[in-house]
């Protein structure tokens, strides 16, 4: 069943005569006749008693037009609604977002939520580990999180800025005023760390273990403006990415080593339809981070 068949039908109905009909569709007669009798044989019962040249609905014709008229206009309801989709008049876009990345991230947000305000957003911040879970799900469009090689043939990267890891020390503190600091007096601080989970900690954990150094942890915290409240008392420090780094009573420091570079990635399902909001979104992400 066609919705060509579907229009012809309707159109058939409303003037009961298939050379009007026809002649209204820009269609031959024959056309009409044999979509109609196509129709016909799907669905097994005449739609139109056909006397001469005159032709009038049959029972199961007046019942099967209301069902027909329903699928037209629905199907007109859809591309309307893919036009608005094409057009960002309407739409939703579900984005997975690494803790760190949130200062840089809301700044695209205030921008893609003012330019296009009837495109729902959903904004789910985790762990790489389980960002990266609940794309294969098919739970996001795309995740911003740090990314290190292998990658996945499924999945497909792209670039969105180095950051720089940092030691995040509060203003007071007597380190403060450093230009930059070493792994290992990194290692001899009290430190208050994101959770093990985190793929930064872990970048760390590898970094630290590289030099055989052993870091002093005192605290693992699930959010970094909580981690912020703890810096800034002046007794403990943390580390982060550069980009994470926004408030004025804390100071980051850049951590010595070629290593100490981290690439935050832009990653969605190679197979994946691309939504015309989702590209916008990445417009606007790369204009802020350039």
Same mark, same amino acid.
């Given at each position: 069943m066609e919705l060509r068949q579907l229009r012809y039908f309707l159109k058939a109905k409303e003037l009961l005569n298939f050379t009007e009909a026809a002649k209204a569709l820009n269609?031959?007669?024959?056309?009409l006749s044999q979509q109609i009798k196509q129709l016909e044989d799907e669905l097994t019962v005449p739609l139109f008693n056909r006397i001469g040249?005159?032709?009038? &609905? *049959?029972?199961?014709? @007046?019942?099967?037009?209301?069902?027909?008229?329903?699928?037209?206009?629905?199907?007109?309801?859809?591309?309307l609604l893919l036009q608005d989709l094409k057009n960002l008049n309407a739409g939703k876009i579900t984005i997975g977002v690494i803790y760190s990345m949130?200062?840089?991230?809301?700044?695209?947000l205030v921008q893609f939520a003012r330019q296009y305000p009837n495109i729902k957003i959903?904004?789910?911040?985790?762990?790489?580990?389980?960002?990266?879970?609940?794309l294969n799900l098919h739970q996001f469009d795309f995740v &911003? *999180?740090?990314?290190? @090689?292998?990658?996945?043939p499924h999945l497909k990267y792209q670039t969105l800025l180095k950051s720089n890891m940092v030691l995040v020390t509060a203003k007071k503190s007597s380190l403060a005023q450093k230009k930059n600091i070493s792994l290992n007096e990194v290692a001899?601080?009290?430190l208050a760390l994101p959770f093990s989970g985190y793929n930064t900690i872990q970048f760390f954990e590898e970094s630290f273990?590289?030099?055989?150094?052993?870091?002093?942890?005192?605290?693992?915290?699930?959010?970094?403006?909580?981690?912020f409240e703890i810096v800034k008392t002046g007794h403990w420090h943390t580390i982060l990415s550069d980009a994470s780094v926004n408030d004025p009573?804390?100071?980051?420091?850049?951590?010595?080593?070629?290593?100490?570079?981290?690439?935050?990635?832009?990653?969605?399902?190679?197979?994946a339809y691309e939504k015309e909001a989702v590209k916008k979104f990445y417009e606007l992400l790369t204009g802020v981070t350039t």
């Open positions: 269609i031959s007669q024959s056309t040249k005159r032709v009038t &609905l *049959t029972e199961p014709g @007046k019942l099967f037009s209301e069902y027909a008229l329903q699928s037209l206009n629905r199907a007109n309801e859809g591309l949130r200062i840089l991230f809301a700044k695209t959903q904004v789910v911040f985790g762990t790489t580990k389980d960002l990266l879970e609940k &911003l *999180t740090f990314h290190q @090689k292998p990658e996945e001899g601080l009290p273990s590289r030099k055989n150094l052993v870091p002093n942890i005192c605290m693992e915290i699930n959010d970094i403006p909580t981690l009573d804390v100071t980051a420091i850049p951590i010595d080593g070629k290593n100490m570079k981290r690439t935050i990635m832009i990653i969605s399902l190679k197979e």
